[in-house]
């Protein structure tokens, strides 16, 4: 995917200009090879997310310190894996992931509302998901009481099938088997 200059000014808009789109993917390693590997790679999908029948937006980003701007930008910072596991404190899990922003994948959630959706001015909400182990994104059609919402496929290893949804008031990390 190409660098868009329109959606990297909609995500300093919206959580801050410390937060940069991952236009490229992160090796994970600090191994550097010759000959760069073209793996798919996308870092920007929009989808209805919470069932409202309104697009939200999945931008995969990067930033040094993901919590200093949530006061200021009225963003949740959320860690679905860890609280998955019993540790979902931010703040605290936030300090486990590399130093390395080029290998810190976070994921950018904005939840759109009226015809603007994703792009309003004033978003219905809007959140940064950390610690999630990203390969690629994805999103696919779930169903959740009762109602179609888009689960984020983080499609690595590491994940096993899981994915990512919001069961109606916060984003869960959800097994393959659906614990």
Known sequence: MKPSPELQAIVHKQFGPDFE?????SSGTGF?????AKEKWTPF??????????????IVARA????????QFHYKVIDPFFTAY???DPKITGTLSSEDPENRNLLLVIHGVGKDAWRAAEPKAKFVMINLPIENILVRPTMIKKRTVGAIDPQSAESNG???????KKYRWVEANGK
């Open 162 to 168: 899981a994915v990512v949804l919001w069961d109606g």
């Open 21 to 25: 789109i991952a236009w490229k993917k």
């Open 45 to 58: 999908v929009y989808a209805d997310l919470d069932g409202d029948g309104v697009e939200d937006a999945v």
């Open 86 to 88: 019993g540790y979902g």
């Open 32 to 36: 550097k090879y010759r000959v760069e």
């Open 64 to 71: 040094k310190a993901p919590l200093a701007g949530e006061a």
